[in-house]
């Protein structure tokens, strides 16, 4: 009897190699609480990622770095707030790098277990991952597939405590938890002659 991850790999047309990402179909975006009322959301413009799929989904391993200096909230001067000691210390810590140690089947889709490095701390995370398929892209003739992810961190695990002050009540001034959503398509790997 095959197993729910092997489907998985022949539902979404995954041929072992390293897949690439196509930034122009893939995004990066977060969302965190101001004063425990509106949700501040944003994006990272400048990502990149490999997925090296091996003959099961369980020995295939995905690897992110994200540019914190691409952060784009469309707001300038947050922007650059972000960027500062307060936050990212971009010119110190310019990247944000996760490597997946683990992909395991769940109910609804896969579980992808990795170390995460921000301000210079890696933590372990987890994300709930859906594949989204596989399809032919006609204008190269490649192969994408594409997948969702979501997840959550608290800030102050990876040393960025700004804002965590509580202004009257319970409220704080920035949420320590930090929500992201993950789109990417992935281009199947060059078949070298």
């Not at 979501?150 to 700004?162: L, P, Q």
Request: overall charge negative.
């Amino acid at each position: 009897m095959r197993t729910p991850t092997i489907d998985l790999l022949q539902q979404a047309g995954l041929r072992p190699g390293r897949w690439t990402l196509d930034p122009f179909h893939s995004n990066v975006v977060f969302s965190i609480r101001h004063l425990g009322l509106a949700k501040v959301r944003g994006r990272f413009d400048q990502v990149a990622a490999t997925m090296d799929v091996g003959e099961t989904v369980e020995s295939s391993v995905v690897r992110a770095s994200v540019d914190l200096a691409s952060i784009n909230t469309s707001n300038a001067d947050r922007d650059a707030h972000l960027r500062s000691t307060d936050f990212f210390d971009t010119a110190t810590n310019p990247t944000m790098q996760f490597v997946s140690t683990a992909i395991l089947p769940s109910d609804d889709g896969l579980t992808l277990m990795g170390d995460l490095t921000l301000n210079g701390i890696t933590r372990p995370i987890s994300l709930g991952v859906e594949l989204n398929g596989g399809a032919l892209f006609t204008p190269t003739g490649k192969w994408h597939a594409g997948f969702s992810a979501s997840g959550a961190i608290k800030r102050s695990e990876f040393g960025i405590e700004f804002g965590l002050l509580p202004i009257g009540g319970d409220k704080l001034a920035l949420g320590d938890e930090v929500k992201f959503e993950v789109d990417v398509e992935f281009v199947e790997p060059v078949v070298e002659d």
